[in-house]
């Protein structure tokens, strides 16, 4: 339902940031990356945490969802702003607000962008490693409100590993300090844990405080095509085994996927074959000589002869695999892109188990992913508002708990998924949820629908 006067009247008298009513700007900031489509009713982007706080007071008030929204670039409806919502835009909170270099550590507002904030912190020789697929449009209030990961998890771990502190005013309208700049922390159960990866179901993020560290002296990108047959688990298992390699990534592009990134201009990569996609960090050029050569012989070893291809700019090639799914979706059409995750021994089984569901089903799959992390994407092409859609998740989700692993390696649940949690958490650990989302959003205003399943 549109905004009532009173509504718009209070909304326009509190709140010192601007507001929008535009359809075509609400038909923008309604949107994610996923195929729904959102209808809210206004778009505030506030003015400072105070205005979020009497944001959040009005829509109490007015029983109005509200829906963060910073990149707009999730793919499973986390960003989606429903029907009569009010869409929270964090994308002009873009600021650094405090580099402290001697403790290794970058205070930051929710909309900074990934790619942005990995060039400022270039220039002291420092880094915030997690570079998802979208790090050119993502931000960090996103990445931290997903969990977010990139290839370069591979060594360091994905979002939540790196987040120190935060201010978050909670769905009750209270400010929250979580964490801190301390390295290590023991006091109870931790709060600010439980924020990470809500999906602004718990809170609004005001600022961020993250841990970063040094850049590594070289950082080379490496495609190798892979020859058919071959067991992908054991290639994993054993690469992670390695560190004398020094590698920070381990991708996968299959056939398909490699000719549709094959067509973008610069992308050198030879497209005919599934590819393995890596980076190698070094001290030093003869150290980086070295690390080359050990991976070659022992990518010989496990049985894929192909010479690797060198990519002197690492992040090229990561903002080139980022760019898998649109070029994908480019050459064969729309699909349902997934992003589950098993241990990693469970690899072959999983790729098997896709391949049956899309035969079962009569869906071509392709996939690529996170192979190292064992985390595949597999791209079913099927428009996903199809209801074959339906069957492919439920299908996709069931083998993957079968196998020990998860419904998500890191785009979140969203709308789509929030369905199928129960498969992973059963239902105590999904009541358990729902006790935490009513201590800290009681009048459940926060992105509705998503996460937690619909009663
Ligand atoms: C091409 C492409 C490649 C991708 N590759 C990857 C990848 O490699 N790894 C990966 O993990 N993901 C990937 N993604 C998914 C997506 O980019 C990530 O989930 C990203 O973290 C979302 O960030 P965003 O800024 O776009 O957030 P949004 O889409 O704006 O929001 C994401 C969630 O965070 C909440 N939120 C936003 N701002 C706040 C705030 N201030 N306070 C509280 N909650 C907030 C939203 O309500 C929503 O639930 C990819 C997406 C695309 C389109």
Redesign the pocket.
């Known amino acids: 339902m549109p905004l009532t006067s009173v509504e718009r009247e209070e909304l326009l008298r509190e709140i010192a940031g601007s507001t929008t009513e535009e359809p075509g700007a609400l038909d923008r900031l309604g949107r994610?990356?996923s195929h729904l489509v959102g209808a809210p009713e206004a778009a505030v982007s506030p003015a400072d945490r105070a205005d979020v706080v009497r944001l959040i007071r009005w829509a109490r008030r007015h029983h109005r969802a509200l829906?963060?929204?910073?990149?707009?670039?999730?793919?499973d409806g986390?960003?989606v702003a429903g029907k009569g919502s009010v869409v929270v835009d964090?994308s002009s909170?873009n600021r650094i607000l405090e580099l402290d270099t001697a403790n290794r550590l970058v205070r930051v507002q929710?909309?900074v962008v990934n790619h942005d904030l990995h060039e400022a912190l270039g220039a002291y020789g420092l880094q915030f490693p997690p570079n998802?697929?979208?790090w050119t449009?993502?931000?960090i209030?996103?990445?931290v409100?997903?969990n977010?990961?990139?290839?370069r998890s591979y060594r360091y771990g994905a979002t939540r590993s790196w987040v120190r502190g935060a201010e978050v005013v909670a769905g009750t309208g209270e400010v929250l300090g979580l964490g801190g700049r301390t390295l290590k922390r023991s006091t109870g159960p931790d709060l600010l844990s439980l924020f990470i990866g809500?999906?602004?179901?718990l809170?609004?993020?005001?600022e961020i405080a993250l841990a970063v560290t040094e850049r590594p002296a070289r950082r080379m990108g490496v495609a190798v095509p892979l020859p058919k047959e071959i067991s992908l688990a054991s290639v994993v298992l054993r690469l992670r085994r390695e560190r004398s390699l020094g590698l920070s990534a381990v991708e996968y592009v299959d056939a398909t996927c490699a000719a549709a990134l094959a067509g973008i201009p610069g992308s050198r990569l030879p497209g005919a074959e599934a590819t393995l996609l890596c980076e190698v960090e070094s001290e030093s050029e003869s150290a980086e000589e070295r690390q080359l050569e050990g991976l070659g012989a022992l990518l010989r070893e496990l049985g894929v002869p192909a010479e690797p291809l060198v990519y002197p700019d690492a992040d090229r090639l990561w903002t080139l695999r980022?760019?898998s799914?649109?070029a994908l979706a480019r050459k064969v059409g729309p699909t349902v892109r997934e992003d589950i995750a098993v241990p990693p021994e469970a690899l072959d089984e999983l790729f098997t188990s896709i391949e049956q569901i899309a035969r079962r089903l009569e869906v071509p799959v392709h996939t690529f992913g996170?192979l190292g992390e064992a985390n595949l994407h597999p791209n079913f092409v099927v428009d996903p508002g199809n209801p074959v859609a339906e069957s492919i998740r439920r299908s996709l989700y069931e083998t993957t708990r079968r196998l020990g692993g998860t419904l998500s390696g890191?785009?979140?649940i969203?709308a789509v998924k929030a369905p199928y949690l129960e498969l992973e958490l059963g239902g105590p650990g999904i009541e358990a949820l729902r006790g935490v989302k009513r201590v800290f959003d009681p009048d459940g205003i926060l992105?509705p629908g998503?996460v937690y399943p619909v009663r």
Request: a negative charge.
């Open positions: 994610d990356a829906v963060a929204r910073s990149g707009g670039t999730s793919l986390e960003s964090f909170w929710p909309g998802p697929g979208s449009q993502s931000t209030g996103g990445n409100a997903t977010a990961s990139g290839p809500s999906e602004g179901t809170g609004l993020f005001t980022g760019e799914g649109s996170h890191e785009h979140g969203g992105n998503k």
